[in-house]
Each structure stands twice: as structure tokens, then as C-alpha cells.
């Protein structure tokens, strides 16, 4: 079942763009990737909304791709610091045009 992913965490542009260009998705796009889009908030956040074909295959890619690019580009968390929420629902319906 096709899931969407909403995440909402402090990062700059500059920084968004820095992850996006080590995962190079455009050339390597991740196994079950659907869409993804990006959105600068204001107030130094970024919003992200992804649509996957499974909760495992966005599960995979955080473990394998995105959670280490976010490391080397924001460093690790500081310790006992909350990771931003991410949520996670089952679609009812996709409509491609």
C-alpha cells in the first residue's frame, strides 16, 4: 500500500540542497520512491512531503541513504535531542495527471 511521509524539520535551503546533492536522487532515485517535494517554510524549516510505494521502502532509504547524508551534512543530533516527527499514512487514493 502506497504510503505519504510528512516531515517538518530545521534546516536552511543552502543545507536541503547540500543532502538532496549526496543522495543524488535525480541520477540514483531510491527503490519505491513515488514523488517527493520540498518546501521552505520560513523560520529556518523545511517541510517535506514524499510518496512511497511502502512504509518499507521509505523505511529503507532513511536507513541506508538519508539518514546518513543528513550526518555528514548536519552532523549528529546532540545527544538526548528529539528527532522532528515524521509521519506516515496510508493512502486512499493517487491521482497522477
Known amino acids: 500500500m502506497a504510503v505519504m511521509v510528512t516531515q517538518e524539520?530545521?534546516?536552511?535551503?543552502?543545507?536541503?540542497?547540500?543532502?538532496?546533492?549526496k543522495l543524488d536522487v535525480e541520477s540514483n532515485p531510491p527503490e519505491g520512491l513515488i514523488l517527493h517535494a520540498g518546501a521552505d517554510i520560513g523560520g529556518?524549516?523545511?517541510k517535506v512531503v514524499d510518496i512511497w510505494e511502502s512504509a518499507d521502502a521509505w523505511q529503507s532509504f532513511l536507513d541506508n541513504r538519508l539518514g546518513p547524508a543528513v550526518v555528514e551534512v548536519m552532523g549528529p543530533p546532540p545527544e538526548g535531542a528529539e528527532q522532528p516527527p515524521i509521519e506516515i499514512h496510508e493512502l486512499h487514493d493517487l491521482v497522477k495527471a
Do not use: C, L, R
Not at 524539520?9 to 546533492?21: D, R
Open 9 to 21: 524539520f530545521p534546516a536552511s535551503v543552502e543545507q536541503y540542497e547540500q543532502v538532496n546533492e
Open 44 to 46: 529556518g524549516k523545511m
